[in-house]
């Protein structure tokens, strides 16, 4: 199975939004490890196109400014303060080899008396075409990719300091290198599924579940991104996968029926590629929502988030609630310290059995498993009894929450084993006199502490083994 997720485009750090699905993607992945899948981890990297055109685009014009070109930035360029980072390094790579006049650069066409003003979009495409003939291809193209790189190399960072890793990132360059995309196309011509129209090639989606048709190549001969994604699944079939699964923000959905249907068409059934889709996330300051936007960098990245509640509250909270509905991340609850934050309530039950090894070895006592596990038949008491069984629950819910991908289902039974346990801790005296009972309360207490210890791990959370007194709240 590939598991793909995040898949951000390159063009500016991950935001809080994208971060649910990344939390989403890498706990679905996890736990179908779990339930016995041979799983593989990927991120896309959208490297061509015009978004990638227009990151080179804002970072040169930062450039120029940085080096006291006069000139209008334009309003619809990426304009994030990670930019300006980026054109410093780009500074200290090019020095003055990237410097032009500012009176070479093309003014939008409503500056111009008279003149019927154009599109913001279609200036900056003005801009693209005079930054290449003023750097020339090539130079431009070094611009554009030394600036992707950076950016994908910060969100890489960002995602392992959130413990999500990948088996691979698959640039979306391969396949235009490769001649992926142009191969794609010519199977569905072959299929008899594409037709020409004032110059463009369209994919006759219509026909196949979609509720138009879609254009595959422009009338300029450049292929859209969606003949490219096309070429992507179907090389992802080729690499011999039995199913595939896709993490998308839910501004794709519209996405789905076209993409099935072109796969369809190639031969894939539909069953072979899982689509889940993650529902927005908002985040929440002084009562008032933040806006989000890469270009205009007026967003709250996700690793602002971290750092403000942490990786493991970051992770928790992003899949404690079904993905498919919208939800607030509460950032002073994920901050607190109390029974109401539920990844504190969870560490602090995996920390509360850790206690109990040192108050063992303050009293001088060594637990001895074997005999303890031999007297479990003293654990008569109703707790004793409902604790074990919601133990012996774990690999199922594992394998059900995988099976529904839904790490939500493990995060409330997480949550729910943890608070059993506190209540469990605070009616029975687990280091009794008597070593037989005593060896088996502890039994019960460590495999209370391995399923956290499991289920935390499949979804991104550390289990600390010493919290600070001061940080923990008596029990009601």
Avoid at 262 to 282: C, K, P, T
Wanted: proline residues 3%.
């Amino acid at each position: 199975m590939l598991v793909e997720f995040v898949s951000a485009n390159p063009t500016g750090p991950l935001h809080v939004g994208h971060g649910r699905g990344a939390a989403y993607g890498a706990s679905l992945a996890a736990m179908l490890k779990a339930a016995g899948y041979e799983v593989s981890c990927e991120y896309y990297v959208n490297d061509v196109g015009r978004q990638a055109d227009l990151l080179g685009l804002s970072g040169w014009l930062r450039y120029l400014q940085q080096r006291g070109v006069a000139l209008d930035f334009p309003e619809a360029a990426y304009r994030g303060d990670y930019l300006i980072e980026h054109t410093k390094a780009l500074d200290h790579e090019w020095g003055d080899a990237l410097l032009v006049a500012a009176d070479s650069l093309p003014t939008p066409v409503s500056a111009t008396v008279g003149a019927v003003p154009e599109s913001a979009d279609s200036y900056l495409d003005r801009l693209v075409v005079a930054a290449r003939e003023a750097l020339g291809a090539e130079r431009f193209a070094a611009v554009r990719d030394f600036l992707l790189e950076r950016v994908r190399g910060g969100i890489q960072r960002e995602l392992e300091a959130c413990g999500i890793h990948y088996d691979r990132w698959f640039c979306e360059r391969e396949l235009s290198v490769a001649g992926a995309v142009e191969g794609a196309v010519e199977r569905l011509r072959e299929a008899g599924a594409v037709e020409e129209r004032d110059g463009a090639l369209w994919f006759m989606a219509s026909r196949h579940g979609d509720d138009k048709d879609r254009v595959l190549r422009r009338s300029d001969g450049r292929f859209t991104y969606y003949a490219a994604d096309i070429a992507y699944h179907l090389d992802k079939f080729e690499r011999g996968y039995d199913l595939a699964v896709n993490v998308w923000g839910a501004d794709h959905h519209g996405y789905v029926a076209r993409l099935r249907a072109a796969l369809e068409v190639l031969g894939i059934e539909r069953s072979w590629l899982n689509i889940h889709l993650v529902q927005f996330v908002s985040l929440c300051r002084g009562g008032e929502q933040v806006q989000m936007s890469t270009r205009s960098g007026e967003f709250d990245t996700l690793e602002q988030l971290r750092t403000e509640v942490g990786s493991d509250a970051t992770r928790f909270f992003y899949v404690m609630r079904r993905v498919d509905q919208a939800t607030s991340f509460d950032l002073q609850l994920a901050c607190s310290n109390s029974r109401d934050n539920p990844v504190y309530y969870i560490q602090y039950a995996h920390a509360r059995v850790c206690s109990l090894d040192r108050e063992l070895a303050k009293r001088g006592l060594v637990h001895d498993r074997q005999r303890g596990l031999a007297a479990v038949a003293q654990l008569t008491e109703v707790d004793e009894k409902t604790l074990a069984q919601r133990l012996a629950e774990y690999p199922e819910r594992v394998a059900r929450a995988a099976a529904q991908a839904q790490p939500h289902e493990l995060a409330t039974y997480l949550r729910e084993l943890a608070g059993m346990f506190h209540t469990y801790y605070h009616r029975r005296q687990l280091l009794v006199d008597d070593d037989a009972l005593r060896d088996a309360r502890l039994c019960l207490a460590y495999a209370v502490r391995q399923v956290l210890a499991n289920g935390c791990g499949l979804l991104g959370v550390g289990v600390p083994e010493r919290m600070d007194s001061a940080q923990l709240e008596p029990e009601p």
